[in-house]
């Protein structure tokens, strides 16, 4: 039988690899939902070629366009909007599984409503993680739910970890191993980080991927999120995870065990690979990623990221120590921010001076249910914003 998938984000950089490794196996996939922001014509050609059910549009004005559009071509796709409409079709009965690929904090409803329905939920969408870890992981348990990692580090981690993994101790791990390129400011002198333009944040020297995390990228706030993903996803204390600078991107993260073993998951850097992971797992598929020329790499670097180059990484750092909600202010604090750097409103070396002088105004509470989450994410924004509008 078909595997039925719902794609969170599909007209996004993961959505789109998504969609290329589905169109590998006609066979076992079949699409029931796409959804997007605001991007009627890419959506339209999405729809015309995947024939979902169910088109979700966020944006309402962009689901009118679209629903006119597809009528007009004679498709049968029904098109929903609003946050109720991805809800829907990603707890929707027939879907198999969920690719959460919608970008930020927007992703964390849709993608806990699949959880919560108890989906086989293949998680791109690290920021549901950073803002809400401990009452996503506990739907995970309650609902019986399915919670594979697309993030490559995590998916190679994952892939490290024996079949049955409980726990770090359990398992008989001395130390998860997060890499990181260092993206495309590891060298440039920390002097010139304030002039940096976003089109040259973007342009990673590694990986093709959105705007957001491509800042977070350059930032390494992006190490910094899936730092705090780590310590929920693998059950994993701050000091059981370390994180190295790895330049050519070909390891993907590694677990050391007790014995001193290292296992590192490599492979070219095309999310495909993990999305194809997680799609067929236990199965393995063909992703159309190519295979790794290893005379063409020649050499693997390695070496310890710089706080003072990153102070981003840092922040994230503490804030997984600290817990409670601080993670999700990080998370919020870096949205604005990340936004208004990418608008030019502000420079690049403000991102992390604004979340830490968000942080630092913030009271840590318990994030004992989604209502405090929210409202913690929406004062933090606010701090933000007014923060950004003083420089
Ligand atoms: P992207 O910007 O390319 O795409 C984002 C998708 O989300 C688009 O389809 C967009 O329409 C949709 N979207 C944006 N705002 C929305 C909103 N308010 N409501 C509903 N939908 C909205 O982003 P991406 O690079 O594909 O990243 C998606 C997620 O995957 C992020 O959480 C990112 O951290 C994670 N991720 C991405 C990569 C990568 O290689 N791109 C790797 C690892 C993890
Ligand atoms: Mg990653």
Request: proline share 5%; charged share 20%; aromatic share 4%.
């Amino acid at each position: 039988m078909k595997q039925l998938l719902t794609v969170l984000g599909s007209t996004g950089s993961i959505g789109v690899s998504t969609l290329d490794v589905i169109a590998r196996h006609p066979q076992r996939y079949q699409v029931y939902a796409l959804t997007a922001n605001r991007q009627v014509d890419v959506m339209l050609s999405q729809c015309l070629a995947c024939q979902p059910q169910f088109a979700v549009m966020r944006d309402s004005d962009a689901a009118q366009q679209l629903h006119l559009k597809l009528a007009s071509a004679g498709s049968e796709t029904q098109v929903l909007s609003g946050e109720e409409g991805l809800i829907q079709v990603s707890s929707a009965q027939p879907v198999h599984a969920v690719m959460a690929a919608i970008v930020g904090a927007a992703g964390l409803a849709p993608t806990l409503a699949a959880v919560q329905a108890g989906k086989k939920v293949l998680l791109a969408n690290k920021e549901s993680l950073v803002m809400a870890g401990g009452l996503f992981m506990q739907a995970v348990v309650d609902h019986d739910a399915t919670l594979l990692p697309i993030d490559s580090e995590h998916n190679a981690i994952f892939q490290c970890l024996p079949q049955n993994y409980r726990s770090i101790e359990a398992a008989g791990i001395r130390r998860i191993l997060l890499t990181g390129s260092g993206g495309p400011f590891r060298q440039t002198p920390v002097s010139e980080l304030a002039n940096v333009t976003p089109d040259q944040a973007c342009a990673h020297p590694n990986w093709s991927m959105g705007r957001k995390i491509s800042v977070d990228s350059a930032t390494m706030m992006n190490k910094g999120l899936e730092f705090v993903e780590a310590c929920w996803l693998f059950d994993a204390t701050p000091d059981q995870i370390e994180v190295v600078v790895h330049p050519q991107s070909v390891i993907h993260s590694m677990v050391e065990y007790a014995d001193g073993s290292v296992l590192a998951q490599m492979g070219n850097p095309d999310m495909r690979t993990p999305i194809a992971h997680a799609m067929a797992w236990p199965e393995r598929i063909d992703s159309g990623v190519a295979s790794l020329d290893f005379m063409a790499v020649s050499r693997l670097d390695f070496e310890a990221p710089s706080f003072e180059r990153f102070p981003g990484l840092r922040l994230s750092v503490e804030s997984a120590r600290a817990g409670g909600v601080m993670p999700a202010i990080l998370n919020a604090a870096n949205e604005v921010a990340v936004d208004a750097f990418l608008s030019e409103r502000i420079g690049f070396t403000d991102i992390p001076r604004i979340i830490e002088d968000v942080l630092g105004r913030s009271k840590n509470v318990e994030p004992v249910n989604l209502s405090v989450v929210k409202e913690v994410d929406a004062q933090a924004r606010q701090m933000a914003r007014e923060r950004l509008e003083s420089l």
